[in-house]
C-alpha cells in the first residue's frame, strides 16, 4: 500500500514537469552531474595559426614529403612550437623524378654485399632521416639580401640561396631566389612554428 500511494504521488509531480525538469529526475546522480558540468567545463583548443604539420597535411603536392619525415622523430617538432623551423619542402613531382630515391641512398660504390632484411630496413632508415634532415633548417631565414647560405639539420649541409635574373618590383624576396642547384620556390606558407618553402626540386643530402 505505502508503494502505491508513493507512486500515485510522482506521477501528478511528473506530468506538471517540463521535458528537461523530468530528464534531469530520471537520470541517475551521477548523469546529471556529468551533464550539468560538461558544457562549462569543455574548452576548445585555439591556435592563432596552424602548426607545420597541419599544413603539410593539407598540401596535396608534399605528400610525399610528409610521409618520409613521419618515418622519423622529426616530423614530432612539426606540430609543436619547441623550435622554430624552415622547411625546404619538395612537391611530390620533384621527389619522383629522382633516379634513386630518398631511402635508397647514393648508388654504391663498392661491390654490393647483400644484406639482411634487418640490415637493409636500418640503412633505408639512416638514408630517410639524411634526406629529409637535409630539407630542414633549424632557424629562421632572411632573403632579402642573397646570396646567404645556411645549415640544415643534417650535419655538414648547408643550403644556399642564390639571386636570379627576375627583379620585379615588389615581388617578393622568395621568387628572386633559387636554391644552389637551380631549384625555384614555389610558394610559401606560414605557420605558427616556422615556414614551409615549397619547391621544385630536392636538397642532396651527399
Request: aromatic letters at 8%.
Amino acid at each position: 500500500m505505502q508503494l502505491s500511494h508513493l507512486f500515485v504521488f510522482a506521477l501528478p509531480f511528473l506530468a506538471s514537469a517540463s521535458l528537461d525538469e523530468q530528464s534531469v529526475l530520471s537520470s541517475p546522480p551521477n548523469m546529471q552531474s556529468q551533464k550539468s558540468g560538461s558544457d562549462e567545463d569543455y574548452t576548445p583548443m585555439i591556435r592563432p595559426q596552424p602548426t607545420l604539420a597541419d599544413l603539410l597535411t593539407i598540401e596535396p603536392s608534399a605528400s610525399i614529403y610528409y610521409s618520409y619525415a613521419r618515418e622519423t622523430e622529426l616530423s614530432l617538432d612539426f606540430d609543436t612550437g619547441d623550435q622554430y623551423l624552415t622547411l625546404l619542402v619538395p612537391t611530390n613531382r620533384a621527389v619522383m623524378a629522382l633516379a634513386r630515391k630518398p631511402h635508397q641512398g647514393p648508388p654504391s660504390t663498392v661491390p654490393i654485399i647483400e644484406l639482411s632484411e634487418q640490415q637493409f630496413d636500418e640503412q633505408s632508415k639512416r638514408n630517410v632521416y639524411r634526406w629529409v634532415s637535409a630539407h630542414i633548417i633549424p632557424s629562421r631565414i632572411s632573403l632579402s639580401s642573397v646570396p646567404v647560405t645556411y645549415d640544415t639539420l643534417l650535419e655538414g649541409k648547408s643550403v644556399t640561396f642564390i639571386p636570379t635574373s627576375k627583379t620585379g618590383q615588389g615581388s617578393p624576396n622568395w621568387s628572386r631566389v633559387t636554391l644552389e642547384d637551380g631549384s625555384k620556390i614555389i610558394s610559401v606558407k606560414q605557420a605558427m612554428n616556422g615556414v614551409l618553402y615549397l619547391i621544385d626540386g630536392t636538397v642532396d643530402p651527399y
